[in-house]
Every structure is written in C-alpha cells, then in structure tokens.
C-alpha cells in the first residue's frame, strides 16, 4: 500500500473543496503542489475523477523524484523526516478535503449507515494494534452484535490472497450450516462457529440480506433492553406526511395498516414519527397484526407486507421533537429502528 492509499484509506474526496484549498483542475484531474523543508522539496499531489490519490516528491534543484521517500516506512533520519513532513501535507490535505469514512469498502460504509440510522451505534475500535477493526455492540449492556475486520483473504479461502472487509454476526446455531455454503458467507473467523458467521464485504451478498440477518444479531442482544415489560420490542418507525397523511387517517380510524419491516412482530410498540412539517413523534401504537401480503409500488414507494397499528396515545407535537431526539444520539429516523430504553421511559 502506497503512503497516499494508507493515509487516504478510509477518507473520501469532497471535490468541492479543492479549489478554495488550492488545487488547480487541469483536463479531469485535480493538482496541488507544495514546497517544504525551507523549499528543499516539492510535494505534488493529484486527485483523478474517481478520488483516487497520486501523489510525488521531487527535490527543488535537480526536479527528479525523490526515490528514498518509498524505499522504507519505518526510515528514520534525513529520509524518515522528509517522509514525516509528506505525510503531514496529505494528512492536511484529508482533514481539508476529505470526509472520512470507517471503513474503507463501499458495502462496509454502507452497512455503517444502517446501523447508525436504525441501531443508533457507532463502530468502537478497542485494539491499537488491529485499528481497522471496529465493534458494533448494543449501548445499554454492551453486548457485541457485529465486528467489521479487514482480514486477509486467506483466512477464509486458502487459494486466495489480498486484504478483504468481513462481518462478523451472530445467528440462530441451525441457520449458519446451510448459510456457510452460499457464496459470501464462511465460518466465523476468530469467533465461535457454531453462533457466529462471516459474510464477505465485497457486494457478494445484497444488503437486504445481510441487513435482514444484521438485525437477528442485534436481536441476541437485546434481553430487556429495547423491549416493554410484555417482552415486545419498541420501535420508532418514520411517517412522511407528504406520501401519507397519518394524522387524518388516525382521526378516522384508531386502527390502520403501515408497511411493515420484516423484523417487527405482534405486539411490538410502534411509536411514530412524523416527519416535516412536524418533525416530532405524535403516536404510540401497538402492533396487532403483522406479515400481510400487500403489493403497492409507485416511484417513491414499494410495499411488500403491511402490519396493523393501533393507537395507543397521541402526544402534543412539541414534546418529542427531533430536536429532543438528538439529545438521545438519535440523528436521522429514516427507517424504523430500536427505541432507546431512555426515550421509551419518557413515551411510556
């Protein structure tokens, strides 16, 4: 890996700051240049179309690269400062440039934002020494549902080599024998393989499957965090009014029906959010029926099954805001997603 593609490893480009930083777009790349060490060097850094990095040094009085720049990472002395100053001016250009992601995989990323959007958990990274790997783990009793690990392909298939991002999750005992002679999926590495399985990062398996199976994970950690004292889970799940008007239908009937996710059951709490122009949950209900067929789909919406919701409590729109939300760590409510133990205290 080279010095640009290790700093840049888990950072994506925003190409509408360039320009005000300093590059210069020429054809379809971007190009920054920078003297350093009293003009000694020139550091040149390029940007293509795709966001991947390139970049050089070249010494001020001859203009030839600077060979010994990549010869050795670990170089100390002259070489070893003239490498330390080029990192710095690519890790400024990063924090300038750059968002930075978690992982370096795009389904990897992507699977970060699920989580965040319906869990609300963040990736932890617990060990200096492996610190691409990260821990996903319930919040209210720090049990561990998914770990992301950059592996080497070896450690799954002996005929292959090469870094690859896997998950880790854990999954009912009589699922993973048959799930383990798919493509994308193998016995847990460096867990317990009778209750955890690795699923290969790589766009192998699509994300309704492994986000399907993410959330029987999330499940085993739940206990009595998330769930009411009938055992049921809560939920926060979106309504946008500009699709569905939730509040007219709920001022007709104290029973409709609403698109279900595959993990919501029987007796579940749905507490309902409605988006702008109210922006605040307005509803407590409970599920009463759940898995009926349903076939709707037009270019905002698809719905495979509904559920049956009935309202339990109606709440002035001003007293849990998104605002309020936020002060939970909950920042979007795209989806549904667990209602944290804490907001539940105050909707109950």
Request: hydrophobic share 40%; net charge neutral; aromatic share 12%.
């Amino acid at each position: 890996m080279s010095i640009e593609e290790d700093i840049f490893k888990r950072a994506k480009i925003d190409f509408n700051k360039l320009s005000a930083y300093g590059f210069v777009k020429k054809n379809d790349q971007w190009v920054y240049t920078q003297p350093f060490m009293n003009d000694e060097f020139k550091a040149t850094v390029v940007i293509d179309k795709q966001g991947q990095i390139f970049g050089d040094v070249f010494e001020t009085d001859s203009e030839e690269s600077y060979l010994p720049l990549r010869v050795d990472s670990m170089a100390v002395g002259y070489v070893g400062q003239v490498r330390s100053e080029y990192e710095k001016i690519l890790e400024n250009i990063k924090v300038h440039c750059a968002v930075e992601n978690y992982f370096v995989g795009v389904q990897a990323n992507r699977l970060v934002l699920h989580i965040i959007e319906k869990y609300g958990d963040s990736p932890v990274f617990p060990w200096e020494k492996f610190n691409r790997h990260g821990v996903f783990k319930n919040q209210d009793n720090g049990k561990w549902y998914a770990l992301v690990m950059t592996i080497d392909w070896s450690k799954l298939n002996k005929k292959l080599s090469g870094e690859v991002e896997v998950v880790n999750i854990k999954l009912a005992e009589e699922k993973i024998p048959n799930l383990v002679t798919q493509k994308g999926f193998y016995p847990a590495y460096h867990m317990n393989k009778k209750s955890w399985i690795t699923i290969v990062l790589d766009e192998t398996v699509r994300d309704d499957v492994l986000f399907d199976l993410l959330a029987e994970s999330h499940a085993f950690t739940l206990g009595k965090t998330g769930r009411n004292k009938g055992g049921h889970t809560e939920w926060l799940v979106p309504a946008n009014p500009k699709y569905f008007d939730i509040i007219e239908a709920f001022s007709k009937n104290s029973e409709i029906i609403w698109k279900q996710s595959s993990d919501i059951n029987v007796g579940d709490i749905a507490y309902m959010y409605v988006g702008a122009p109210y922006s605040a949950v307005l509803y407590k209900c409970e599920v009463t029926e759940a898995d009926i067929p349903y076939h709707y789909e037009d270019t905002n919406l698809k719905i495979c099954k509904v559920m049956k919701i009935k309202r339990l409590k109606k709440y002035d729109r001003d007293f849990m805001t998104f605002a309020k939300l936020k002060e939970y760590g909950i920042r979007a409510v795209r989806g549904p997603r667990f209602c944290p133990l804490e907001v539940s205290k105050v909707l109950s």
